[in-house]
């Protein structure tokens, strides 16, 4: 059995319709995933993280490449790849018709657990997740962030070997969405492996111990959230409002993303006083602050993270 918990080469999806150009959802992505790490793949809206996951998710069939989870082809063999996975799909509800407890508890049961494991661990879950006071109301009445709750606590109460999860914290207020991440932290020191997609930049620095960055169905850099960080080469961001229309003022000075009319350069604080200088004669003004992932992610795709 490989020692990759999860590994792909090559990987390509190509959607085609009569009458239509075709179009590539996946240009050949290769990446692994270590057993019990936790890897982001961070992306724009649109940039495969979706498509990638159904993959190896046995959900969606490749136009080509190899994907493997722990050791088994998923293309060739998912069968066998099933038994190690568990997903939370962008798109995915709980049943309707049952209450968190029933939604839990079902799950585990048809993925084989027995009955004392079963309600040992859909407990645990809804407790992690804080859906203890909603546990038996039934989904169709629960709020949009209580229904992603169950479906996280639905697949961490499986305890699987791999887990992929489709922007997991989507739609959740911040308490929430920290009990996942604990919840997360907790799989993987028992011993799961975590693969998510988000394009939420603060979810994949807290944690990621890798992430890869996608955009239109590539992976362009792949690293720790502070690799790609010191990556920029400065250590101090100065954002200008209306500064996109004399950027070449500003290129001495470091990198320089221009974001719409806005403008962010990169500055080692050695050079910060002739920056602001510069900013002010410009009747620009100008915040500081320190580099974060998203000054990472502008130099590497040149676009924010939000924009479509």
């Given amino acids: 059995m490989s020692v990759e918990a999860l590994r792909s080469e090559d990987l390509r999806k190509i959607y085609t319709q009569r009458g239509a150009p075709p179009v590539t959802a996946l240009a050949g992505v290769s990446l692994n995933v270590h057993r019990g790490e936790r890897v982001a793949l961070l992306g724009r809206n649109g ?3 979706t498509t990638f996951l159904k993959i190896a998710s046995t959900l969606l069939r490749p136009t080509s490449g190899t994907i493997e989870v722990f050791g088994h082809d998923v293309g060739r063999a998912p069968e066998k790849a099933r038994p190690y996975i568990a997903v939370v799909p962008q798109e ?3 049943f309707f018709h049952l209450t968190p407890r029933e939604q839990v508890y079902t799950y585990l049961r048809a993925r084989g657990l027995g009955r004392e494991v079963a309600r040992s661990r859909t407990e645990e879950s809804l407790e992690r997740m804080g859906l203890t006071e909603f546990a038996d109301r039934l989904a169709i009445t629960l709020s949009g962030g209580q229904r992603q709750r169950t479906m996280v606590a639905t697949v961490i109460a499986t305890e699987a070997p791999l887990l992929f999860l489709d922007e997991p914290s989507i739609g959740m207020d911040p308490f929430a969405r920290r009990d996942v991440w604990e919840s997360l932290r907790n799989l993987t020191r028992r011993g ?11 979810e994949a620095e807290a944690l990621s111990d890798r992430l890869y960055i996608i955009e239109r169905g590539e992976v362009l850099v792949t690293g720790t959230s502070e ?3 010191r990556s920029v080469g400065g250590t101090l961001k100065v954002s200008l409002a209306g500064g996109a229309r004399v950027v070449e003022s500003f ?8 974001d719409g009319e806005h403008l962010t350069v990169i500055v080692a604080p050695e050079r910060l006083g002739e920056l602001m200088e510069l900013a ?4 620009l003004t100008a915040t500081v602050g320190p580099v974060t992932l998203e000054e990472a992610f502008l130099r590497v795709v040149g676009r924010s993270i939000n924009e479509d």
């Fill in 192 to 202: 799961s492996t975590i693969l998510l997609t988000t394009h939420y930049l603060d």
């Fill in 280 to 283: 002010v004669r410009s009747h």
């Fill in 92 to 94: 995915g509800k709980p």
């Fill in 47 to 49: 940039a495969g993280k």
């Fill in 227 to 229: 690799d790609l960080k």
């Fill in 251 to 258: 290129r001495s000075f470091g990198s320089c993303v221009a």
